[in-house]
């Protein structure tokens, strides 16, 4: 179980990384 603040956590981490990577 995940509560919506670690799920927007984790999304906004993994979008950070995608950009980083995809720069």
């Known amino acids: ?3 919506a603040g ?3 956590s984790a999304l ?3 979008a ?3 950009a980083i990577e995809g720069s």
């Open 16 to 18: 950070v990384a995608e």
């Open 6 to 8: 670690a799920r927007s």
């Open 12 to 14: 906004l981490v993994r």
């Open 1 to 3: 179980h995940m509560d």
